[in-house]
């Protein structure tokens, strides 16, 4: 299984949640990832390398995005976390 780091912009944002139910799904979802990190959906153009996954809870998206290294082994680090609104726009800002 894959290490996983999580960088400030998810850290902040997954400190801050105050739906348990909605925290759980993020940590299933991450498990998941650890597991098989060709899980989400590869993206293009300006996020090349970025993969993101997506998360649905009261009928709203949520979005991971995260990127796999390899060094010795897997190393999974998670770069954002929030709603699908301006999610891509925000991570975009951020990644160049």
């Known amino acids: 299984m894959a290490d996983v780091k999580i960088l400030p912009p998810a850290a902040r944002y997954l400190k801050k949640l105050k739906d348990q139910k909605l925290k759980k ?3 299933e979802a991450i498990r ?4 098989n990190p060709e899980l989400g959906d590869a993206k293009k153009g300006d996020l090349n390398g ?4 997506d998360i649905y809870h009261n009928r709203i998206n949520y979005e991971l995005a995260y990127t796999v ?3 010795d082994d897997a190393v999974i680090v998670i770069i954002m976390a929030g709603t699908r609104e301006n999610f891509y ?8």
């Open 50 to 53: 970025v993969r993101s996954y």
């Open 25 to 27: 799904l993020y940590e």
């Open 32 to 35: 998941a990832i650890m597991e």
């Open 69 to 71: 290294e390899y060094v």
């Open 89 to 96: 726009e925000q991570l975009k800002r951020y990644w160049n």
